[in-house]
């Protein structure tokens, strides 16, 4: 079976379909979307229906830190995000609060977990950002392969068989295989708003057959979205980053 | 774990288990065949044992992962992986004759024979480094050649994939290799410099050439770590007929600092195949080892600071070009000749490390015997070597990065490419011939080059100067 998975949209359209567009081409069997479907991006009504969409077809899809705020859960955040929350709020229709009400903290296929932050306390929404945060999510699962989100920027981790953990940054296009006698854990780049330097959309393919990750990449209008950003009343850093992916 | 008895005649998953061809530590090595497929294949089997080294393991996986992405001539053929969860194997094409070990019995060898196995050996490690790949084990046990001559690399089980995770990188705090050939950084732990290879082939070589390894076999981390300060014996004092230019390249290949060696072993070799090209630093002269403060100073410093950082971004090759430029002295414009100039000054000034081959192909009569003579008596190759300098002379590019060449051939565009193949040569610089007429008679030099070049071709041409 052969998994699309994305992650951390953030209510950018464009590249949320061109992601889809190219997961469509790479024959995926399945998606699951690691959350933050919202937040931060001019269309949260749409980007939540679509989604929802997905989801009744056998998608599956996590809480996200910035959906939780979104309906309502106390959130510590940025005055940036928090500003994006608050213009996010008013705009989403019943059904779309209720969807992302209802979503997941976690949730396991085969041998694999997924989860939007570090899986040793997903509430808690801590950045799996380095090998020791690494570490303390894979030492708390059982599951083979963790995938998860929230960063926005892609990388590999593995568990050895002493207990060290090794980082891995994937090259685009390149097939990783990761050896079933080890634990992996996944950091999925975002489709909607990428910090790894590079605008376009970031998402990845996980063979189950074959246990080979890869990373992919698709560009879209990133300009246009930052343009929409703008005038949709957001913070200018919000467009900015698009363009810059930083 | 099912374990399928590994004895000969036994079929796993489809390979018929021939004969056992060899035992070490580490794998054993069968003979396999399977139906329909006349090849005969090799099978690596690791020896997995209950409290085994678990860098066997991990190495094996290793080479796993790297083998099924390695292609070309240089490396043997992968065919199959075997799932560790049953029985881990890994079959590939077996290559016939010896690997270069049995060759330590006939050391020291001619330096000139040394250059060809060394200048071999680097076409083999570029063309692994072009894969994103470092072997990081490179020695005579290692090295296989083809009937056709190429060398061929074998046991990727300690190397460094650029795209890949490397499991070996955090798991071992002792330093992966073998002792007489591991590079300084590689000894303190450092597996993704590609440059640990060029010093590998400096071992190499020195010892070949000397009888003698350039550190010894120390079998201690303290012993390793001496190559750190304590420079090798200068192979000419231990064998006087070894010529300068030799000792230059070996002892270039041999620098504890990783950015004094070659940048890449394509330009290791192109030095290898041009003995009198290699620009003579104080190495080729040196006799004897440093001096005992030099080296007390040395030993005394962090050993961190006498060996270069980790390279932020894995280099590519592509960062270290050979450049060749094509000139034709008897058919160039001021202007046309002023424009290639600049054309590669601004190549040489993006990449610091690039080197310049200036060609010139000196055309052989098709029928009749060639003179290399000319009616004054003066040697045309020599003189054509003059002209090239002096074409080049303008550009005023640092010594030692650039070297001339006088080709002979009957076709120049075939010559070219032949050049470029034989010396990996990234990027080919020539102008296109000014006269049409000329061109439409005698064809394009140019097209033919940059139709058939395996590299990247530039046409310099100056714009209004057709006729």
Not at chain 1, 23 to 43: C, F, N, Q, S, T
Not at chain 2, 141 to 162: C, K, Q, W
Not at chain 2, 192 to 205: E, H, N, T, V
């Amino acid at each position: 079976m052969r998994l699309g998975i994305i992650s951390d949209v953030h209510a950018n359209a464009p590249a949320l379909e061109a992601s889809l567009a190219a997961l469509a081409g790479l024959k995926v069997d399945r998606l699951v979307i690691l959350g933050d479907v919202v937040g931060y991006g001019p269309d949260p009504e749409p980007v939540t229906q679509r989604i929802a969409g997905l989801v009744t077809q056998g998608a599956i899809c996590l809480m996200g830190n910035h959906d939780a705020a979104a309906v309502g859960a106390k959130a510590s955040m940025n005055d940036g995000a928090a500003a994006a929350i608050a213009w996010t709020k008013p705009r989403l229709s019943e059904s779309s609060r209720g969807f992302l009400s209802g979503l997941p903290m976690t949730a396991m296929l085969e041998d694999m977990l997924f989860v939007h932050a570090d899986a040793s306390n997903p509430a808690d929404w801590i950045y799996v950002l380095d090998a020791a945060t690494a570490m303390q999510s894979l030492l708390a699962v059982k599951a083979r392969v963790t995938f998860v989100g929230h960063v926005h920027r892609p990388q590999v981790y593995c568990l050895t068989a002493t207990a060290k953990v090794i980082a891995h940054t994937p090259t685009t296009n390149t097939a990783v295989p990761l050896s079933p006698q080890r634990q992996w854990l996944a950091v999925a780049g975002a489709v909607g708003q990428p910090r790894d330097g590079n605008p376009a959309a970031s998402f990845l393919t996980y063979d189950t057959g074959s246990r080979e990750l890869t990373f992919h990449r698709a560009t879209y209008d990133y300009e246009a979205t930052a343009q929409r950003v703008r005038d949709a009343g957001l913070p200018e850093r919000l467009a900015e980053r698009l363009i810059s992916g930083t | 774990m099912a374990k399928t008895r590994l004895e000969t005649g036994a079929v796993l998953d489809g390979f018929t288990i021939g004969e056992l061809i060899h035992r070490g530590g580490m794998a054993s090595l069968w003979e396999v065949t399977r139906e329909g497929d006349p090849t005969s294949c090799l099978m690596k089997i690791p020896v997995l044992q209950e409290g085994e080294d678990p860098a066997a393991i991990v190495s094996f996986e290793m080479e796993q992962m790297i083998m099924p992405r390695l292609k070309g001539p240089h490396v043997p053929r992968h065919i199959a992986n075997g799932d560790f969860a049953v029985q881990p194997y890994i079959v590939m094409e077996r290559l016939t004759g010896e690997t270069l070990l049995p060759q330590i019995d006939h050391v020291p060898m001619p330096a000139e024979k040394v250059a060809a196995i060394g200048a071999g050996l680097a076409d083999a490690v570029e063309a692994l480094h072009r894969q994103g790949v470092i072997h990081l084990d490179i020695k005579p046990s290692n090295i296989m050649f083809r009937p056709t001559g190429e060398t061929v690399l074998i046991d990727y089980g300690l190397a460094h994939h650029r795209d890949l995770p490397d499991l070996l990188q955090e798991e071992f705090r002792v330093p992966y290799g073998t002792a007489p050939y591991m590079a300084p950084e590689q000894v303190m732990g450092i597996r993704s410099d590609p440059r640990s290879d060029i010093f590998a082939i400096g071992c190499l070589m020195y010892f070949f050439a000397t009888g003698v390894r350039p550190f010894g076999d120390p079998q201690k981390f303290k012993g390793l770590k001496k190559r750190l300060w304590r420079d090798p014996v200068p192979p000419r004092k231990l064998r006087p007929d070894i010529p300068p230019w030799f000792q230059e390249i070996v002892l270039r290949c041999l620098e504890v600092k990783a950015g004094r060696r070659y940048p890449t072993p394509a330009q290791l070799a192109h030095d290898l195949r041009n003995p009198t090209q290699v620009q003579l630093t104080a190495r080729a002269g040196k006799l004897e080892k440093d001096g005992f403060f030099a080296v007390l100073k040395r030993k005394g410093e962090p050993h961190r600071t006498l060996i270069d950082k980790p390279l932020e971004r894995e280099a590519e090759a592509s960062d270290a070009p050979i450049v060749a430029a094509a000139v034709n002295l008897d058919d160039m414009t001021p202007e046309l000749a002023g424009k290639i100039r600049r054309t590669l000054q601004r190549i040489l000034e993006r990449s610091p490390e690039a080197r310049l081959a200036v060609l010139n192909v000196l055309k052989l009569n098709r029928i009749a015997m060639d003179q290399s003579l000319d009616d004054e008596g003066n040697n045309k190759h020599v003189a054509r070597l003059v002209g090239l300098k002096d074409w080049t002379r303008p550009m005023k590019v640092a010594q030692g990065r650039v070297t001339y060449h006088v080709l002979e051939a009957i076709d120049p565009a075939d010559k070219i490419l032949d050049y470029a193949r034989v010396n990996n040569v990234d990027h080919i610089v020539m102008g296109a011939r000014a006269n049409s007429t000329m061109r439409r008679i005698l064809g394009s030099v140019s097209g033919k080059v940059a139709m058939e070049a395996p590299c990247t071709v530039t046409v310099v041409r100056v714009r209004g100067a057709e006729e």
